[in-house]
């Protein structure tokens, strides 16, 4: 016998995850452009409740710019994780700056450039 939520619980198990369950990156919340050796804390809120805090830093790898994270899962892991950063021009003049897609697929990068990252639940990366 499970208690009075057991089957609720079940059921958020068993479902797909979607977007807003997770916590996202933007890239537009860092400074635009990302200066090599700019350091510094963002904070963001997810459920108006639970604050996640991550240390970055951006350096050069590989010639390409990197945005490195530093932080700790609701498990209490420490993880530390970069991120390519990509440019493109904008119409009227300047850049725009995207994230790299870190996800593989049987060992194939996605590499697209994206404006978010999101992390789930339960999830390292």
Do not use: H
């Amino acid at each position: 016998m499970g208690t009075s939520d057991s089957g609720n619980r079940q059921q958020r198990l068993n479902r797909k995850l979607i977007v807003e369950d997770a916590i996202a990156l933007e890239v537009w919340s860092f400074r635009n452009p990302p200066a090599y050796g700019a350091r510094g804390k963002i904070t963001w809120t997810r459920w108006r409740s639970e604050k996640w805090t991550a240390d970055y830093s951006v350096w050069a790898e590989g010639g390409k710019p990197s945005l490195y994270l530093s932080y700790t899962v609701p498990e209490g892991e420490y993880v530390q994780t970069s991120i390519q950063l990509q440019t493109t021009r904008v119409y009227f003049g300047g850049t725009r700056n995207w994230f790299t897609c870190p996800l593989r697929r049987n060992g194939v990068p996605c590499d697209r450039r994206c404006g978010k990252l999101y992390l789930y639940p339960g999830l390292r990366y």
